[in-house]
């Protein structure tokens, strides 16, 4: 069983950034696609970035650019650094892992508050 705990969410500005962290514990980090989603108010929960197993990364359309996926299996963490964030960027953001991408062995986070506002 894989825990997933998401820290460093929080109020930011408009044009600010934010670093967010997910910490992995319980199965061989190595193994997991690791991804970001985050969830609107009234809206579906979508795919934000993810990171392979091979370090290959992808992203939403809507951060591409803005935001930074990456992973460090030494330390079991993956890294979301969000910049140049929206008002629109706000959601609640969830850690994903996905045992070797099947899609068959998912886990996810807490979830944690990012709020875009001035």
């Known amino acids: 069983q894989v825990q997933l705990v998401e820290s460093g969410g929080g109020l930011v500005q408009p044009g600010g950034s934010l670093q967010l962290s997910c910490a992995a514990s319980g199965g061989i980090f190595s193994r997991y696609t690791m991804a970001w989603y985050r969830q609107a108010p009234g809206k579906q929960r979508e795919k934000v970035a993810a990171?392979?197993?091979?370090?290959?990364?992808n992203y939403a359309d809507s951060v591409k650019g803005r935001f930074t996926i990456s992973r460090d299996n030494a330390k079991n963490t993956v890294v979301l650094q969000m910049s140049s964030l929206k008002p629109e960027d706000t959601a609640v953001y969830y850690c994903y892992a996905d045992l070797f991408g099947m899609k068959s062995n998912v886990y996810w986070g807490q979830g944690t508050q990012v709020t875009v506002s001035s």
């Open positions: 990171v392979t197993i091979g370090s290959t990364t």
